[in-house]
C-alpha cells in the first residue's frame, strides 16, 4: 500500500524559511518510473502545483514561486523535502504531497494527508 | 485566478447526471491529458479521472470523462448524497512548464 506523510510546523512567522517533509512508503524513491510532487490549497481556495522530483533528480518548480522553493529526496529516508522562503501570511495554506509518474506529471495518486500551515506573526 | 475554468458550483438531485465542465486554451487542455480529482469535506484530493477518460481502480462507472478540443467534463450519472464532494480538472501547460489547476466545483446534491 502507497502512502505518504507531510511533516512540518503548523506556525511560522512571516519572513522565515518553510520546511516541509514528504514521508513516503510502499514505493522508493529510487524508482525511475515514479516521482512526487507538493501541491497546496489556500483555505476555501484552488489547489496550485509547486514543485515535483524524480528520482534522478530530476526537478521541476512553479514558475511563479520557483525562487522561493528548493526540493530535494533522502532516498535512504524515503523522505522529499521542500523548503520555501521568504513566508507571507498569504502562503497560509494545506501543503499536500502526492505521488506521480514519470512522463505523466499530472497523475497525482495518492496523496498525504496534508498538513495546514498558518503564516503569522 | 486559476488557468482552467470551472463554474463554481452545480448541483443536481439523487439519480439525475450532472456535468462539470472545465475550460482551458492550446497549451493546456488543448494539447494534453486532463485529469479530475474529487475533494469530499475536510479530506485530501482522490483521483477521479486520468489520462482525459480513465477510471482509476475502485471508481464507480457512474464517473467518466470527456474531453474536445480546449474543453473536458466530468460527467457523474445516478447521482448520489456521498458525489456532494468539490471536483477539480487539471492538465499539464506546456507555456507554464507545469501542471495547472481549475478552481474547483462544489457540488451539490439536493
Known amino acids: 500500500q502507497v502512502t505518504l506523510k507531510e511533516s512540518g510546523p503548523v506556525l511560522v512567522k512571516p519572513t522565515e524559511t518553510l520546511t516541509l517533509t514528504c514521508t513516503v512508503s510502499?514505493?522508493?524513491?529510487?524508482?525511475?518510473?515514479?516521482?512526487v510532487s507538493w501541491v497546496r490549497q489556500p483555505p476555501g481556495k484552488a489547489l496550485e502545483w509547486l514543485a515535483h522530483?524524480?528520482?534522478?533528480?530530476?526537478?521541476s518548480y512553479s514558475t511563479s514561486l520557483k525562487s522561493r522553493l528548493t526540493i530535494s529526496k533522502d532516498t535512504s529516508k524515503s523522505q522529499v523535502v521542500l523548503t520555501m522562503t521568504n513566508m507571507d501570511p498569504v502562503d497560509t495554506a494545506t501543503y499536500y504531497c502526492?505521488?506521480?509518474?514519470?512522463?505523466?506529471?499530472?497523475?497525482?495518486?495518492?496523496w498525504g494527508q496534508g498538513t495546514l500551515v498558518t503564516v503569522s506573526s | 485566478q486559476s488557468v482552467l475554468t470551472q463554474p463554481p458550483s452545480a448541483s443536481g438531485t439523487p439519480g439525475q447526471r450532472v456535468t462539470i465542465s472545465c475550460s482551458g486554451s492550446?497549451?493546456?487542455?488543448?494539447?494534453?491529458?486532463v485529469y479530475w480529482y474529487q475533494q469530499l469535506p475536510g479530506t485530501a484530493p482522490k483521483l477521479l479521472i486520468y489520462?482525459?477518460?480513465q477510471r482509476p481502480s475502485g471508481v464507480p462507472d457512474r464517473f467518466s470523462g470527456s474531453k474536445s478540443g480546449t474543453s473536458a467534463s466530468l460527467a457523474i450519472s445516478g447521482l448520489r448524497s456521498e458525489d456532494e464532494s468539490d471536483y477539480y480538472c487539471a492538465a499539464w501547460d506546456d507555456g507554464l512548464s507545469g501542471p495547472v489547476f481549475g478552481g474547483g466545483t462544489k457540488l451539490t446534491v439536493l
Open positions: 492550446s497549451s493546456n487542455i488543448g494539447s494534453n491529458y
Open positions: 510502499g514505493f522508493s524513491l529510487s524508482n525511475a518510473r515514479m516521482g
Open positions: 522530483i524524480f528520482s534522478n533528480d530530476e526537478k
Open positions: 489520462r482525459n477518460n
Open positions: 502526492a505521488r506521480i509518474r514519470f512522463l505523466d506529471f499530472v497523475w497525482f495518486d495518492p
